[in-house]
């Protein structure tokens, strides 16, 4: 690949994904493409590139900006948002929704489905000692923009190393079975999450509104305009009374008000009010349509 070749990618990723890739990872490309270079048949990355210049929107494109993202995640990744989701959010939300009984919770990069499923046993669970909750829906969307990601969460099909990343024990035994060397989790959870397509650079407002979002670990990826006008927009997404988690080394500090951090809960964020009554915050780089 020649550096014209990379720097055409690094755009193309850009613009696509929000992933900005640093000049020094060339790398990283060449490693993550060749193995979709080799899938159709072309010889080299610099013919994939050229490929790419005449095909912008093949589906060797798509293939090209899914091999480029980072889908790492495990069961109950970092703990503490999925303590914050069980002893504050949902006692919160259950209060606040005892009329209509249903809490949205949308995972915004759910990757291969461990982070929804790990907030659907939650539910699960506390279900089981809390009757009550049996009245409530709880709607859980997952979205990413990969399409290969999702049909493996979609699947619900995990390795032995996978449930060994913090899944705890027990719920390995009472909600998974196992299929040969994997481990598939329960129709019943599987039910609970909804799967979908979703670019976070595209327009999101048609999804409505939902009491939580898990954001986690892919603003890291993004430049500074892509992470406030993505942060802005979700903020319109969200309850007045409702929660946003980050990933443990994300924060809306410093990039926009609409959000403020809660004390004593890292990770967890709520709408500010006082930024609710302010006039729309722009959309750097304008959310495209067409998700
Ligand atoms: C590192 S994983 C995070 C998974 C999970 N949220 C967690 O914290 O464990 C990042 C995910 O973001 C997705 N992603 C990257 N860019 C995206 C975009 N522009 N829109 C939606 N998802 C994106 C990737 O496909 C990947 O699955």
């Known amino acids: 690949m020649t550096p014209d070749d990379f720097d055409f990618l690094r755009k193309m990723l850009r613009e696509r994904s929000g992933l900005v890739l640093a000049a020094e990872k060339q790398y990283l490309a060449e490693s993550r493409l060749l193995p979709v270079a080799r899938k159709y048949n072309i010889a080299s990355l610099g013919d994939l590139v050229q490929q790419l210049r005449v095909m912008p929107n093949s589906p060797l494109a798509v ?37 209509d009984k249903r809490i949205r919770i949308w995972c915004a990069a759910a990757s291969t489905g461990q982070e929804p499923y790990s907030l ?27 399409g290969d990601v999702l049909e493996r969460a979609r699947s619900g099909i995990y390795s032995q190393f996978e449930v060994q990343r913090g899944l705890p024990i027990q719920l390995l035994l009472k909600y998974f079975s196992q299929v040969g060397e994997t481990w598939q989790i329960a129709p019943e959870i599987r039910a609970m999450v909804q799967f979908r397509t979703l670019n976070l650079l595209n327009d999101f407002s048609p999804l409505g509104r939902f009491d939580v979002v898990f954001c986690r670990n ?47 809960k890292r990770g967890l964020y709520v709408p500010n009010p006082a930024a609710r009554d302010l006039e729309p915050l722009a959309m750097a780089g304008g959310a495209r349509r067409g998700m």
Not at 73 to 97: C, E, N, Q, S
Not at 121 to 143: G, H, M, S, V
Request: charged share 25%; no cysteine.
């Open 63 to 99: 293939a090209t900006v899914e091999a480029m993202t980072t889908n790492e995640t495990f069961f109950f990744r970092d703990k503490l948002p999925y303590d914050h989701f069980r002893d504050t959010i949902l006692p919160a939300l259950v209060a606040a929704h005892d009329r």
């Open 120 to 146: 659907a046993l939650i539910i699960r669970e506390l279900a089981q000692k809390e009757p009550a909750l049996a009245a409530y829906r709880f709607d859980i969307l997952a979205t990413d923009l990969s």
């Open 218 to 264: 892919v603003l890291i990826y993004f430049d500074q305009p892509t992470k406030i006008q993505v942060l802005n927009r979700i903020a319109r997404q969200i309850a007045e009374d409702g929660y946003l988690a980050l990933g443990a080394a994300e924060t809306v500090v410093g990039l926009t008000d609409a959000f403020r951090p809660l004390t004593e």
